[in-house]
């Protein structure tokens, strides 16, 4: 992996001009790994709104659905051309039993979501509903098991029930129960946050643990299974470390959780309501994501130089108070500028480490933590700031990554660290399209930054999206749902063959599109 490097330029002289400036230098001659399409994956878990009254409403809804899926998220979904979506948790996972989601829905039993709100609820969305959503997403599922209060058989006959081709008990049962032929299923979780909510297990007994279920999650007929390890909360590095040493290449990938909030006592921050102090310390909070991710990489690179066991980030993204008069334990917030501003954040560092991070999966897909998408029970839908941002990075996924290096204002917090103001991220498709994502975190000032497209042949065709709004905490609501949403924009010029000048406004995440190739 290419290292970037941030260099922090002097602050302008005079408080008073409203213009910072900044130069990105791109370096085609190193770019060497392509993006995971994988990188923009989404997690649903039955937690709150989520699954029902957010994906699933069911066939004798009066909401708009297709075969119980509703119709207005479903196509929001397919327009953001989700990868992989993973289910059934969370830490809801390890509570579910697989059976009681399969057979005729007046048949299955209901039961009380113990971990979110004591919700009751009837099963009707189970393994085929889930299956069935992935195929007409065309996205990748992503499993996770029940390994805290599970069986190795309970999984095995999962994994048969999924994928068998064969003439099976658990294939003969999906046959029954309508399926015939059996789904692709490749990513399967041996367990979830295994450390707390998943068991409160240590390491080294989690290591155990997985190393006798993943010997019984075989594969079936063509279909092979890519096994990923329960990993650490963000700063337990010891963890990583025990099952890098303990699991080792049995696993293919190991995920970290990483979650972007004002604190684990007490509240942790309103969604809408916040000053522009408590606006940069989320940021930085954002960004501390990348200190993470270089140590776990650091602890796998000592056991796994070669890299063939990846990180998965699948749960990331913020985490506030609940929205008043919501109900307690389902964990539905609003979604401003400065989630979005995570997300756009969060993405640039992920693809710095592509070498290792395979997969992420932002917590979550509607209705809970920082959604893409909100819903109500009267049919009406909204798409969060964040879903915009995931939309405008689409065009990276599975481009070439072209690594770069940044020269811009920072900003001092009064613990001493530096935020840089401006970030940014760049690939070249199949297609020959240069996409450069530009994001100004500066709160009062525009940046004018020049790139430099040196090594690049540029053509004609240049054009820019941009999401940004009058004030940080503006957010979507039913009744108004496009306060934030992108815009064209233009204000940018190609000033020689390989110099692009493109004057960003402050608080504004912007994507630019070039048709190029390397020289």
């Not at 002289?13 to 989404?42: C, E, F, W």
């Not at 599922?141 to 029930?161: D, F, H, L, Q």
């Not at 964990?331 to 290792?356: E, G, M, W």
């Not at 001092?412 to 940014?424: G, K, Q």
Request: aromatic share 10%; proline share 4%; charged share 20%.
């Amino acid at each position: 992996m290419k290292k970037f490097f941030l260099f922090a330029a002097l602050l302008l002289a005079s408080s008073l001009m409203a213009q910072n400036t900044a130069v990105i230098k791109l370096h085609p001659s190193n770019a060497k790994d392509s993006i995971p399409r994988a990188i923009y994956g989404q997690f649903a878990e039955h937690l709150g709104r989520c699954i029902y009254g957010g994906l699933w409403v069911g066939e004798s809804s009066t909401i708009k659905n297709t075969h119980g899926y509703r119709t207005d998220v479903l196509q929001a979904l397919k327009d953001l051309k989700v990868p992989v979506l993973r289910w059934p948790g969370g830490c809801f996972a390890d509570e579910y039993h697989w059976m009681d989601g399969v057979g005729r829905p007046e048949n299955r039993p209901r039961m009380v979501n113990n971990n979110w709100g004591g919700t009751v609820e009837d099963n009707s969305f189970g393994t085929h509903e889930f299956l069935n959503l992935c195929e007409l997403l065309g996205c990748e599922p992503y499993i996770s098991g029940n390994v805290g209060s599970g069986t190795v058989e309970e999984m095995a006959k999962w994994v048969e029930y999924m994928t068998s081709d064969g003439d099976s008990p658990m294939a003969k049962l999906r046959r029954e129960n309508g399926r015939d032929r059996a789904w692709k299923v490749r990513y399967i979780g041996v367990g979830n946050e295994s450390w707390g909510c998943g068991g409160d297990m240590r390491p080294e007994y989690y290591a155990d643990l997985y190393r006798r279920y993943a010997v019984y999650c075989r594969n079936y007929d063509g279909n092979r299974l890519y096994k990923v390890a329960s990993g650490a909360s963000d700063y337990d590095f010891n963890w990583t470390d025990v099952l890098m040493k303990n699991i080792g290449n049995r696993m293919n990938a190991l995920s970290v959780h990483y979650y972007t909030c004002k604190g684990w006592n007490g509240s942790k921050g309103s969604a809408t309501a916040f000053n522009s102090d408590e606006y940069y310390r989320t940021l930085q909070k954002c960004l501390d994501i990348e200190n993470v991710i270089r140590r776990h990489c650091e602890i796998m690179d000592k056991y796994d130089p070669g890299k063939r066991i990846a990180l998965l980030v699948d749960e990331w993204g913020t985490w506030w108070d609940e929205e008043p008069g919501t109900v307690s334990g389902h964990l539905y917030q609003q979604n401003t500028l400065r989630d979005a501003f995570v997300a756009s954040l969060t993405f640039d560092v992920f693809h710095k480490y592509i070498s290792r991070v395979k997969m992420a999966n932002i917590a979550q897909i509607v209705n809970v933590l920082q959604s893409m998408i909100l819903t109500d029970d009267s049919g009406r839908m909204a798409l969060t700031p964040t879903y915009h941002v995931f939309k405008m990075y689409s065009v990276h996924q599975d481009a070439l990554h072209i690594p770069a290096s940044i020269v811009c204002d920072v900003k001092s917090s009064p613990d001493h660290r530096t935020l840089p103001l401006l970030s940014a991220t760049a690939s070249i498709d199949r297609a020959g399209l240069l996409h450069i994502s530009l994001t100004n975190i500066d709160a009062d000032n525009a940046q004018s930054v020049s790139i430099d497209l040196s090594g690049l042949t540029i053509g004609k065709q240049i054009s820019a999206t941009i999401l940004t709004s009058p004030n940080l905490t503006d957010h979507n609501t039913f009744d108004h749902p496009q306060t934030v949403s992108p815009a064209v924009f233009k204000d940018f010029a190609l000033i020689s063959p390989s110099t692009l000048q493109v004057n960003i406004p402050a608080k504004s995440i912007i994507t630019v599109e070039l048709s190029s190739q390397r020289k």
